[in-house]
């Protein structure tokens, strides 16, 4: 960013833009009313007003339902401002033909007129009347106004409003047959609570709730559908009695419960399969008969995730459960159980579960030819090869190995920078808990796994350096639901070797001796944990969480070893394995997500990062490739990859063009906030805010104003802004966002906030706008 132009920039540049947007909203929404036929008029939306001679308990909660109810919506606005689709329809005017530009833009872009003649006031208002009943207002009055100007009309919807219905009393099936007995058995457990307001939708999870109790119980073919709830409101203090039937045409079958006769599973189960006992093997393992006419499982790995057991009282969580574990070995393509009638046993029926696999592919593999175009101008080919083995030992032991190479070289560099990288790695796998200590968890619909993992990685920055890597695992994954994963690797190992140093990067280590204790030769070994909540995957809610936090050591349980060793030998205690030194560490970083959908075309997307590392014992820093930076297609989008900071650290006028020196810290803070909305059926555009920095947690003189201090680190935080375009083409989401800078920390203080600069001075737009493009969502 050049700084050097800022006395002659007007400081009302900005509002200036703003104001020109403004008014070019004004006149393309004026615009849009022309086009309209004689006693058109454009619907503009609809609101809601709640009235009450009575403080109501929930108004806030009410309005907001009556508000998801109103229909239709208006013509899309563009950022809220103005109806970008509307105007396009109206601009292309007449189409000739139902193909070409003018028709894709009318017609698949554009949006044609929301028109008040589109619009039943009265059926929108039976709506609403309806949903205030479902919320316990039995006798609610709704009314509607309509309000025109300039051809643009706006309805608004007014409630008025009694207090509301409240349960007096709750009343459950008298004991008796076996289905009543367990019913009652249920009450206390209720979500009907004596002086609650009434509402339909929790009645019906109350339904769902005995439902759910009952498939547990046994009742397999019991349904809510045979449950009514009768509601007598007769009584005139606004309170209702609630009484829970068993409707009188519930069978027999829903009345009874069922206990497991056989279970018979089928490990080779194809749609073709005629299911013919001819030519089979016929096992029993635990009371389960394992069918097969091939030999491609061990029956017992297979069994072993099977929770229905015969002789047992048929269970819904251990069908589920069953469901889930054998999904979750990953080698089946279809996993289904169907259950049929075996006859009734005095008062309980019998069923047999016949469990259906299918098997996957066993081997896999796919080869890809990548192109990358990275956020600091770097660009290249790549390739990245996979094999999969799914069945390696017919435990169900997965075997993957990926081989990857790329070349990339700097776009628009007056200097030769490129770099290649290489890469083959191997994981193993297995769908159960490999340990000498018997380690056992709590048994669930997840199958846990054991995980090993070797891998070698080189790269070589051809004016500078290359570095290899070499790395081995060993750990456990598990989940305790759909929401909460875990990942511990008891031992990771990971040496990192320099290989070749230019005389040019020599120059550079020798000047900042921070870099030179990064780029050593080093162990890094000791456990690692994950734990990832993702509340997204499980919810259909508004709103929706994601957290991952990890916490990385090494060398503090291996240092205690080797001083154990060293008294044994008698031997000097050196920080040193092989003769090579092991990094001392440890890191803690934090990631939480929010998200919050706005309506059926916009959602807002919210990000807060926290991590840090502390170098311990004989290390002086963190290691190269576990040190923070900032900047980047996935992080502070105003700035490159990697030339953010530490604080408010100015790169020498030497390294600044350099972008193969990285900028990394041992402490990063991060905020994101980005609004989504749909433009298109696959098009989604977005605006968004970022806001971060990284800092050093030890003063260094080579890189002043780069530590972290409480006071101070806020005058160091980047601001950034942008607004970007997605492609969701349903596999893949590709991704555009343009930003720029609002505050800049490496600016001397009290200049370091440059939004009066937007498009101030000529050459602005190439010292500022960044263009990222990338795969995925950045958060």
């Not at 833009?17 to 008029?41: D, E, F, P, W, Y």
């Not at 190269?624 to 790169?651: M, S």
Request: with cysteine.
């Amino acid at each position: 960013m050049s700084t050097k132009s800022r006395a002659n920039i007007p400081t009302h540049n900005l509002f200036r833009l703003l104001l020109t947007v403004l008014t070019v909203a004004l006149l393309a929404s004026c615009n849009n009313t022309k086009h309209l036929g004689r006693g058109q008029l454009l619907y503009k939306g609809a609101g809601v007003s709640i009235k009450s001679d009575t403080n109501l308990p929930n108004k806030k909660t009410i309005k907001h339902e009556l508000e998801d109810a109103l229909y239709p919506e208006p013509n899309n606005e563009f950022l809220g401002i103005f109806p970008l689709r509307l105007w396009v329809y109206n601009q292309v005017g007449e189409v000739d033909n139902n193909k070409g530009l003018k028709h894709w833009l009318k017609y698949e872009f554009g949006e044609e007129p929301v028109l008040m003649n589109d619009i039943d006031p009265q059926a929108v208002e039976r709506l609403l009347k309806n949903r205030l009943i479902n919320n316990g207002y039995f006798r609610p009055s709704v009314d509607y106004t309509i309000k025109t100007h300039k051809k643009q009309s706006r309805i608004t919807y007014t409630a008025t409003l009694d207090r509301p219905y409240r349960i007096n009393s709750l009343h459950y099936p008298d004991s008796g047959a076996i289905l009543q007995h367990e019913i009652q058995k249920l009450r206390e457990n209720t979500l009907l609570d004596s002086a609650s307001i009434y509402n339909l939708e929790t009645l019906k999870k109350e339904r769902q709730r005995i439902d759910k109790a009952l498939l547990e119980k046994g009742f397999y073919y019991f349904a809510p559908d045979y449950l009514i709830f009768k509601v007598d409101s007769s009584a005139m203090n606004n309170t209702v009695d609630l009484f829970l039937k068993i409707k009188k045409k519930t069978p027999r079958e829903a009345r009874s419960k069922y206990k497991i006769k056989r279970v018979l599973l089928y490990p080779n189960f194809s749609l073709e399969d005629t299911l013919s006992t001819s030519c089979v093997d016929t096992l029993s393992i635990n009371g389960i008969e394992y069918i097969t006419r091939k030999n491609s499982f061990i029956p017992e790995t297979v069994v072993r995730q099977v929770s229905l057991r015969p002789g047992e009282m048929y269970n819904r969580l251990e069908h589920e459960e069953t469901l889930g574990r054998l999904m979750g070995m990953g080698i089946f393509k279809f996993v289904n159980i169907r259950f049929r009638k075996a006859g009734f046993e005095a008062d309980t029926g019998l069923l047999n579960a016949h469990v259906y696999l299918t098997p996957q592919t066993r081997q896999s593999f796919r080869a890809e030819l990548k192109g990358s175009a990275k956020s600091n101008n770097f660009a290249g080919p790549g390739m990245e090869l996979n094999y999969t083995h799914r069945n390696l030992f017919k435990g169900a032991e997965k075997l993957s190995l990926n081989l990857h190479g790329s070349w990339e070289t700097q776009i628009s560099s007056g200097e030769d920078l490129s770099q290649w990288e290489y890469g083959i790695d191997a994981r193993l796998d297995y769908p159960r808990l490999e340990s000498p200590f018997g380690i056992k968890l709590r048994r669930s619909r997840f199958v846990p796994k054991t995980n090993i993992g070797l891998g070698f990685e080189a790269e070589n920055r051809i004016k500078y350096f290359s570095t290899y890597s070499f790395f081995a695992s060993f750990g456990y994954s598990w989940k305790e639901n759909r929401a909460n994963k875990h990942q511990l690797d008891l031992v990771s190992v990971d040496y990192f070797n320099v290989g070749r140093k230019t005389d040019a990067f020599n120059n550079i280590l020798r000047d900042n001796p921070f870099l030179q204790n990064t780029f050593s030769n080093q162990f890094l070994i000791g456990p690692d944990y994950t734990f990832t909540y993702n509340e997204g995957s499980v919810s259909t809610k508004k709103t929706s969480i994601y957290f991952q936090g990890r916490s990385d050591f090494s060398g503090l349980i291996l240092e205690q070893m080797l001083k154990g060793v060293n008294a044994i030998d008698n031997a000097v205690p050196t920080n040193e394995l092989f003769d090579i030194s092991y990094a001392q560490y440890a890191r803690f970083d934090g990631d939480f997500r929010f998200y919050h959908r706005l309506d059926r075309k916009s959602r807002m997307a919210y990000r807060f990062f926290a991590g840090s590392g502390f170098p311990i014992g004989n290390s002086k820093s963190l290691p190269y490739i576990k040190q923070y930076y900032a900047g980047g297609t996935n992080d502070i989008r105003a700035f490159r990859a990697r030339t953010l900071g530490p604080g408010g650290y100015i790169q020498p006028d030497s390294l600044q063009n350099n972008l193969f020196i990285d900028q990394t810290g041992d402490i990063k803070l991060e905020a994101n906030a980005e609004y989504r909305f749909k433009i298109l059926n696959i098009l989604e555009g977005a605006v968004f805010v970022d806001a971060g920095n990284i800092w050093l947690k030890n003063k260094d003189d080579e890189r002043p104003q780069g530590q972290f201090k409480v006071g101070n680190f806020h005058r160091q935080i980047a601001v950034g802004t942008g607004l970007g375009l997605r492609l969701d083409i349903s596999f893949l989401v590709l991704r555009t966002d343009l930003a720029f800078p609002l505050r800049n920390p490496s600016l001397p203080r009290g200049d370091r906030w440059v939004h009066d600069e937007i498009f101030g001075y000529k050459g602005w737009a190439g010292d500022n706008l960044v263009l990222n493009i990338a795969i995925g969502y950045p958060f």
